[in-house]
């Protein structure tokens, strides 16, 4: 009786395996799907393309170029950039003329202990003329004959002899001047001692100039009255130069120093400017301690003959 009822219970057990079987199979099914859920839900990157604006893709286009270019210049900039000093004479021509030389040596010594190129106006035919004259060529001077002429003191004014006048014949005038300008060697100009009345004389001065520009020499013009000089030196093509400051009116050191002073302000505003002064111990001795200075300020120290046109 037992065996029958194990027997007929076999049925029924392969139908719980198959159920069994087929409720894993679907539980499997399931988590499967559940999983691929899962993975689909995870938000994907979408990547979209915007177009930049004109400008903005212009400036990212330049900006490698721009980096390169500051690279250059970091590299062409030196490490340590030195403070500039700013001079106020920048360049500024500066030329100083020495009259009266001739009479004595007395000067001579500290003449010799200025380097710059000064410029020395030669009385004709007096003790020492022909003496500095070799001196400036030694010493690395211009030298230019100071031409005596007549100037509206007369007598008062102690003319040198053969001063030449107004009143004087064109042959007597040349003759005065071939002496004076032989008796100076070595000379690039002449320039005029006194001279007030003579120089406001057209027929006198042109006989002057005339006869210079034919020995190639330069004419500079002391300014010591109403000069006709400067018209006729253009219409006679004759190199032309003017005074603009006398150095020693007053032989003080302060007032010399005061005048040098103006000298360097006019050279700065004009680009160079003449002064006079003369063989005088006192000049010599306050050019020897401001020429200096002045070098270092930026001023250049030239020959006058530099400045003519």
């Known amino acids: 009786m037992a065996k029958k009822i194990i027997k007929d219970n076999r049925p029924y057990l392969k139908t719980i395996y198959i159920l069994t079987g087929v409720i894993a199979v679907q539980s499997l099914l399931l ?14 990157k979408v ?4 177009e930049e604006p004109q400008k903005i893709k212009k400036q990212k286009e330049l900006a490698p170029r721009q980096k390169v270019q500051t690279a250059v210049k970091q590299k062409e900039q030196p490490k340590e950039e030195k403070p500039v000093i700013l001079q106020d004479g920048a360049g500024a021509k500066i030329a100083i003329v020495l009259d009266d030389w001739g009479y004595s040596l007395n000067n001579v010594k500290i003449l010799r202990e200025i380097d710059e190129p ?10 020492y003329s022909e003496a500095i004259a070799k001196l400036s060529l030694e010493l690395g001077k211009e030298a230019i ?19 030449i006048s107004s009143v004087m014949q064109k042959a007597q005038v040349l003759k005065i001047l071939d002496k ?14 006194q001279g007030s009345r003579a120089t406001e004389s ?33 219409d006679i093509a004759i190199p032309y130069a003017r005074r603009q400051v ?10 010399i120093l005061g005048q040098i002073e103006l000298l360097a302000k006019i050279a700065r505003q004009s680009g160079y400017a003449i002064g006079i002064g003369h063989d005088r111990q006192k000049t010599l001795e306050v050019l020897e301690k401001v020429v200096p200075e002045l070098k270092k ?11 003519v046109k």
Do not use: W
């Open 145 to 163: 004959l100071h031409l005596p002429l007549e100037s509206y003191q007369g007598q008062e004014s102690h003319p040198e002899p053969d001063t």
């Open 180 to 193: 004076d300008i032989k008796s100076v060697t070595g000379i690039k100009g002449v320039s005029n001692h």
């Open 31 to 44: 988590l499967s799907s559940c999983f691929r859920r899962k993975e689909d839900v995870t938000p994907k």
């Open 202 to 234: 057209k027929p006198l001065m042109k006989i002057i100039l005339t006869d210079l520009k034919k020995r190639n020499l330069f004419f500079l013009d002391s300014f010591t009255g109403k000069t006709v000089c400067k018209e006729l030196a253009k």
């Open 47 to 50: 990547f979209v393309r915007v």
């Open 118 to 127: 000064l410029t020395l106006a030669i009385l004709p035919r007096r003790t």
């Open 297 to 307: 300020r930026g001023f250049r120290f030239v020959r006058v003959s530099e400045l």
């Open 246 to 255: 006398f150095l020693d009116n007053k032989n003080e050191p302060r007032y």
